[in-house]
């Protein structure tokens, strides 16, 4: 998969003109229909005669061109455009769910996927499965209650959605919170400072940018010796003799 891909923007052309951000929102929004049309052409090549299935890996060629996050966004908004959402199922349906993307007006349509229902449902489904094929941290691996929880001295995922996709892998997702407003359910600053089991990087992070604490029962090997390494109390400094040099 590519080092990186251009940016999402997640905004409405409205948004983004009270923000004086039309190029970012141009850019995106014409990448997002590129991303639709080249759907479009891999659904075509892979169906099956009856136009009911795919062959295994369509959606591998898109992925690699576009990036999960643009390819969901596209997808999901391919189901929030379609007349007849029902025909897709539930769980396809919530999957898309989790991704907003803005009324746009006509703009919208212009990256709806066109294509049957049978065969989006198939190129979601393989999506999916690539995806999960990373083996990344998510939701289903934290405990507790992010909004209720105290990070400090706990192991954070950071989520996906944070993280370029260059970056995607478990050990860049794992971090140790050491402090921070942010760290405190209650406070009112975001501020989280941590430190990257899987390299050691020491850095700032906002609360919401972590999915949850991490369920001990999913922590690996590896972070676990980085966690064990990073509490181990420091080696005492020798003690200063306590008689001191007498006056003469």
């Known amino acids: 998969m590519r080092a990186d891909f251009p940016y ?9 003109l009270r923000r004086d951000e039309t190029q970012m929102h141009e850019d995106s929004f014409r ?19 009856g136009r009911t299935a795919l062959t295994e890996g369509c959606a591998q ?9 643009r390819v969901r966004f596209v997808l999901s908004n391919s189901l929030g455009e379609m007349a007849q959402p029902r025909q897709i199922s539930e769980e396809a349906r919530q999957w898309a769910r989790e991704i907003y993307v803005p009324p746009d007006g006509k ?5 709806a996927v066109k294509t049957s229902a049978p065969l989006l449902e198939a190129f979601i489904r393989q999506t999916q499965a ?9 939701q289903e691996h934290c405990a ?9 001295g706990k192991v954070l995922v950071l989520s996906p959605g944070t993280l370029r996709e260059s970056h995607w892998n478990p050990r860049e997702q794992l971090w140790l919170g050491e402090g921070g407003f942010g760290c405190s359910p209650d406070a009112r600053g975001q501020a989280v400072y941590a430190v990257c089991l899987g390299d050691g990087e020491e850095t ?22 980085k966690l064990k390494e990073l509490q181990s109390p420091q080696q005492q400094q020798p003690e200063t003799p306590s008689g001191g040099m007498e006056m003469t």
């Open 130 to 138: 690539a995806y999960q094929a990373l083996g990344l941290f998510g």
């Open 61 to 69: 060629s898109v992925l690699e061109a576009y990036g999960f996050k």
């Open 107 to 111: 703009r919208n349509r212009c990256f």
């Open 144 to 152: 507790g209650d992010p909004f209720k929880l105290n990070y400090e």
């Open 204 to 225: 700032r992070w906002n609360r919401c940018d972590f999915t949850g604490v991490l369920d001990e029962r999913f922590l690996p090997d590896w972070a676990a010796e």
């Open 31 to 49: 990448e997002n229909v590129k991303c639709a049309w080249d759907i479009e052409k891999a659904v075509r090549d892979c169906s099956d005669e």
């Open 8 to 16: 999402v923007y997640p905004l409405s052309r409205s948004e983004a």
